[in-house]
């Protein structure tokens, strides 16, 4: 499956943002079934979850982003989004969107910078 993210930028603390992750090879059927996630990695910090969807759309979130990041999917146009709001400083990192297959077949996407300015 390939992913590709789009939609990061230099926003200041507050602000809000929203990235999308398009599969526009993948068969539809193929994306609907997919478990999707986005992650993101800091300098010098290890890669680390923001938040998940499945197939079924339940969602799950890292304790750091609840309650101001939303994922969510629109399976007919086979993308994945994260919508940011209020956003901090800490939130600056490269975003990467994820995805796994039934058989467990990972794929990444390129990652999309996000820089928040206090």
């Known amino acids: 499956v390939q992913l590709q993210a789009s939609g990061g930028g230099l926003v200041q603390a507050g602000g809000s943002l929203r990235l999308s992750c398009k599969s526009p090879?993948?068969?539809?059927?193929?994306?609907?079934?997919?478990?999707m996630a986005w992650h993101r990695q800091a300098s010098g910090k290890e890669r680390e979850l923001v938040a998940a969807i499945n197939s079924d759309r339940q969602t799950m979130y890292a304790d750091s982003v609840k309650g101001r990041f939303t994922i969510s999917r629109d399976n007919g146009r086979k993308t994945m989004y994260l919508s940011m709001n209020n956003l901090e400083p800490e939130d600056t990192a490269v975003y990467y969107c994820?995805?796994?297959?039934?058989?467990?077949?990972?794929?990444w996407g390129q990652g999309t910078q996000v820089t928040v300015s206090s």
């Open positions: 090879r993948s068969i539809l059927s193929t994306f609907n079934i997919l478990d």
């Open positions: 994820y995805a796994r297959s039934l058989s467990g077949a990972e794929s």
